[in-house]
Every structure is written in structure tokens, then in C-alpha cells.
């Protein structure tokens, strides 16, 4: 089974700032997929990246960008130039890549964390 | 765009009533889930679904029962309301590998 583990219950940064959230996961699989989602108060999650463990380089998507450590199994979300609308509760969650297996696309998530963006 | 639409934002329930929550997607995803979130307890899974019928028990299905007869609808049903069901239900779908896709929420309260 998987575990995913966010360290940081709450953080947060002054708008414009650069802020880093921890992710840690224990797997024995060799494949997998992370993800990072973001749900802001009262609003609904969505998707903000993914990452495919085979792939070596981190991905980005606009100011966000992830350091993803396959050794040891670490994968944190970068946030630049934070802004107020990046206030939100953040999700990091596993996936193990299972085509045409039972795995059904489940996810296993952290507990989240709070990040407050002040102006 | 990828859509996850739930049936209702809020709903208020009396205990022992029976409860349907409905969630249908437009992206034509095999896989759809239902979880509640709570404070301090994360997201839960309580069934998903990999098929029209098929469905397989999440962490915590006690109390909860599932039912998808068409592909892109999975319904949450509550057969007896009580008040620990109070909580934020939560739809995804997904697609392999490409993560999943949640609806806006139904945040329940049973009196």
C-alpha cells in the first residue's frame, strides 16, 4: 500500500513571495503518477500538475513547478510570485500506473495543507 | 473543457431519510469515485466505479450504497441519513493516468 505524507498542516507567504510545499511517499512501485491539487475555500479542486515517475525532468506549469526526488521519494510543490487567488488548501496524492489493471485510477492523497497568501 | 457536475451545492436531510447525490462527467471516464471530506480526516473514498454496474467498496462504505447504470452518472445514496454523514461529498472521474477531475462538492447536513 501506499502512503502520502504532507509535513506542513499550514503555511503561509507574502503575495509575490516564493513558497515550497513537502510531499513524501512510500511506494514499492516502480511506475506512478503524482499529482498536486489545489481547492480554495469553498471552491472546488482542481488539477495544478503531474508528474510521471519515468520522466527525469520536474514539471512545470506556469508558476508552478514541482522537485521531484524518485530516490528519495520526495515531491514538492514550488508556488513563484504568489498571489492571493493561490490561497487554498493543497492536496499532493499518488497514483500507481496500472494500464489495464485494478488500480481504477485511485488516488491516495495527504492530509493537505493550508497555504495563506497575505497581501 | 473537462466537466464533473454534482446535482446539488447544498442539501439539508432529516435522520432516516434517503438520500441520493448525483454526479455526472462529460469526459467519457471509465473510473468515477465518491469521497467526503471532513476537517483534519483528509479525503475518504467511499466506492468508486470502473464500469457501468461494477463498483468495488472504498475505505469507508458503511452506511453508503452506489449505483451507476450509464457511464458518465454515479449516484451516492444514503439509505438511512444519520447525522455523522454530515459532510462534504465530493465526484471525481478520471481516465488512466491522467489524474482525476472533481466535481464542485455537495456539502450535506442531516438534522
Known amino acids: 500500500a501506499q502512503t502520502v505524507t504532507q509535513s506542513q498542516p499550514e503555511m503561509s507567504v507574502q503575495e509575490a513571495e516564493t513558497v515550497t510545499l513537502s510531499c513524501t511517499y512510500d511506494?514499492?512501485?516502480?511506475?506512478?503518477?503524482l499529482f498536486w491539487y489545489k481547492q480554495p475555500p469553498s471552491r472546488q479542486m482542481i488539477l495544478v500538475i503531474r508528474?510521471?515517475?519515468?520522466?527525469?525532468q520536474n514539471a512545470t506549469e506556469n508558476r508552478f513547478s514541482v522537485n521531484f526526488q524518485k530516490a528519495a521519494k520526495s515531491f514538492s510543490l514550488k508556488i513563484s510570485d504568489s498571489q492571493l487567488g493561490d490561497t487554498a488548501m493543497y492536496f499532493c496524492?499518488?497514483?500507481?500506473?496500472?494500464?489495464?489493471?485494478?488500480?481504477?485510477?485511485?488516488?491516495?492523497f495527504g492530509q493537505g495543507t493550508i497555504l495563506t497568501v497575505h497581501p | 473543457d473537462v466537466k464533473v457536475t454534482q446535482s446539488s451545492r447544498y442539501l439539508v436531510k432529516r435522520t432516516g431519510e434517503k438520500v441520493f447525490l448525483e454526479c455526472v462527467q462529460d469526459?467519457?471516464?471509465?473510473?468515477m469515485f465518491w469521497y467526503r471530506q471532513d476537517p483534519g480526516l483528509g479525503l475518504r473514498l467511499i466506492y468508486f466505479?470502473?464500469?457501468?454496474?461494477?463498483?468495488e467498496k472504498g475505505d469507508i462504505p458503511e452506511g453508503y450504497s452506489v449505483s451507476r447504470e450509464k457511464k458518465e452518472r454515479f449516484s451516492l445514496i444514503l439509505e438511512s441519513a444519520s447525522t455523522n454523514q454530515t459532510s462534504m461529498y465530493l465526484c471525481a472521474s478520471s481516465s488512466q493516468g491522467k489524474g482525476q477531475f472533481f466535481g464542485p462538492g455537495t456539502r450535506l447536513t442531516v438534522l
Open positions: 466505479s470502473y464500469d457501468v454496474k461494477m463498483k
Open positions: 496524492a499518488f497514483m500507481k500506473h496500472d494500464p489495464g489493471g485494478t488500480s481504477y485510477g485511485k488516488l491516495t
Open positions: 511506494t514499492s512501485e516502480s511506475n506512478y503518477y
Open positions: 508528474q510521471e515517475a519515468y520522466k527525469q
Open positions: 469526459m467519457d471516464h471509465e473510473n
